[in-house]
């Protein structure tokens, strides 16, 4: 395996994650939806950064859903 052909399979990866995620979102918080808009990735940045990119938008995803669910269940 190459590795492009890794690097390729890590970003459909990461990219899958962050779909799921953010479906997550939207079924089970909607009213956050508002906030993705504010969370976008750069996706100007080099080749080489793009899956670190992504981590961190999935990341962001994650902590965003994760602190909501927390705040609500201690309301």
């Known amino acids: 395996m ?12 990461l990219n899958a994650q962050i779909l799921k995620k ?11 939806l508002v906030f993705l808009d504010e969370m976008r990735i750069d ?10 990119n992504l981590k961190a ?9 994760t602190s909501y669910h927390r705040h609500d269940q201690n309301m």
């Open 57 to 65: 938008y999935y990341d962001s995803l994650d902590a965003l859903l």
């Open 22 to 32: 953010t479906v997550e979102i939207n079924n089970s918080s909607p009213e956050l």
């Open 2 to 13: 190459t590795k492009n052909h890794t690097k390729m399979k890590s970003e459909r990866e």
């Open 43 to 52: 996706d100007e940045d080099s080749d080489a950064n793009i899956c670190s």
